[in-house]
């Protein structure tokens, strides 16, 4: 049996969670791409493309006492609310969960089809950053970013910073040298 999961590729702050059934010692192979290419993980998802660098594989046992849906409010910015439907299902689970946030595809279009060992489990939103209400009036907020001349407040220039340092390094050898010739 698969299921069919379409990506978008500009989906963002989606957290999809699946359930591994596999034993222990086969987590690894199943999950790490190999050195040779082969990436089961790629294919028990018929994904294109993912990123290795957001894919998180969670051992059920290493939360300890903490709820599956503890760790995917803390860890994943999950509000509770969304987890709270499916919480007797998640914190039910055993073994291992595979967590895959929007980036974990690369930002690349594509249909999945899930297939065994893997299991959907349920598909989620991050909780969204809040957005100032009022611009910023500060004087510092009104600066601009590069391109621009150096104001006469903006501190030394690089060739005075250039001096300072050299002046330090040759006061600094000029004493390790009076000690070595003070006591050779």
């Given at each position: 049996?698969s299921?069919?999961?379409?990506?978008?590729?500009?989906?963002a702050?989606?957290?999809?969670?699946?359930?591994?059934?596999?034993?222990?010692?086969?987590?690894?192979?199943?999950?790490?791409?190999?050195?040779?290419?082969?990436?089961?993980?790629?294919?028990?998802?018929?994904?294109?493309?993912?990123?290795?660098?957001?894919?998180?594989?969670?051992?059920?046992?290493?939360?300890?006492?903490?709820?599956?849906?503890?760790?995917?409010?803390?860890?994943?910015?999950?509000?509770?609310?969304?987890l709270?439907?499916?919480?007797?299902?998640?914190?039910?689970?055993?073994?291992?969960?595979?967590?895959?946030?929007?980036?974990?595809?690369?930002?690349?279009?594509?249909?999945?089809t899930?297939?065994?060992?893997l299991?959907?489990?349920?598909?989620?939103?991050?909780?969204?950053?809040?957005?100032?209400?009022?611009?910023?009036?500060?004087?510092?907020?009104?600066?601009?970013i590069?391109?621009?001349?150096?104001?006469?407040r903006?501190?030394?220039?690089?060739?005075?910073?250039?001096?300072?340092?050299?002046?330090?390094?040759?006061?600094?050898?000029?004493?390790?040298?009076?000690?070595?010739?003070?006591?050779?």
């Amino acid at each position: 049996m698969s299921d069919r999961m379409d990506i978008r590729e500009s989906d963002a702050g989606i957290v999809r969670v699946f359930h591994l059934d596999l034993p222990p010692e086969a987590i690894e192979r199943f999950t790490v791409q190999a050195g040779t290419g082969e990436w089961p993980l790629l294919y028990g998802l018929g994904a294109k493309k993912l990123s290795a660098s957001f894919i998180d594989v969670v051992r059920i046992r290493d939360l300890e006492d903490m709820p599956l849906t503890s760790y995917l409010h803390q860890a994943h910015g999950i509000p509770e609310d969304q987890l709270r439907d499916n919480a007797g299902q998640l914190n039910r689970l055993r073994g291992h969960v595979l967590i895959l946030p929007s980036q974990a595809f690369a930002h690349t279009a594509q249909s999945l089809t899930i297939r065994t060992p893997l299991r959907w489990v349920g598909t989620f939103q991050e909780i969204r950053p809040t957005r100032a209400k009022a611009p910023l009036r500060s004087k510092s907020a009104r600066g601009s970013i590069g391109g621009g001349r150096a104001s006469a407040r903006s501190g030394p220039g690089l060739p005075i910073v250039k001096l300072a340092l050299a002046a330090m390094a040759t006061v600094v050898i000029l004493g390790i040298a009076a000690v070595y010739l003070a006591g050779g």
